[in-house]
């Protein structure tokens, strides 16, 4: 699976387009002209843009719940509220629906940044907070998320 790499600065248009940089829609071209899917993103103010083939291997997932679980079907409809298909168009603009631009509260100046598999759009000022911890909250993130990924590597080998 590809990933996308790297953050950019943008612009969102006053009919809710977003021209991509150049560097991105290069690697956009790694997913063979296929629509991607953008969505809310579940735990920050943000969309995320995801290529087909991820997206339907995340709803594989999904769709393997049991609807009959009240809280399954109320997860289901809540992670798919709003979604969209998307396509460049001849000149590298992304197109985000009025909904999804204001459930990210996006304005004028965007942000997008890779996210592995996924890209997500932030407005330019939520992103800022988001990522401006400091030095000492990070690393104590980076250790409880990564901190056991050796040994737990270790134990699946």
Request: glycine share 4%; aromatic share 10%; net charge negative.
């Amino acid at each position: 699976m590809k990933n996308f790499i790297g953050t950019y600065e943008c612009k969102l248009d006053d009919k809710g387009r977003i021209k991509l940089p150049a560097s991105l829609t290069k690697q956009m071209e790694h997913f063979a002209d296929e629509p991607f899917v953008i969505k809310r993103s579940v735990f920050q103010k943000c969309l995320e843009v995801y290529p087909m083939k991820p997206w339907e291997k995340l709803m594989a997932k999904i769709n393997g719940l049991n609807r009959f679980v009240k809280k399954n079907a109320d997860f289901i409809r809540m992670f798919t509220a709003g979604v969209k298909t998307a396509e460049l168009d001849n000149v590298g603009r992304l197109q985000i629906s009025k909904d999804l631009t204001q459930y990210a509260s996006l304005t004028k100046e965007i942000v997008i940044t890779s996210a592995g598999e996924l890209f997500e759009i932030w407005d330019k000022e939520a992103y800022e907070q988001v990522i401006s911890v400091s030095e000492l909250d990070f690393a104590n993130l980076a250790e409880d998320v990564m901190g056991n990924l050796d040994s737990e590597e270790s134990n699946n080998n």
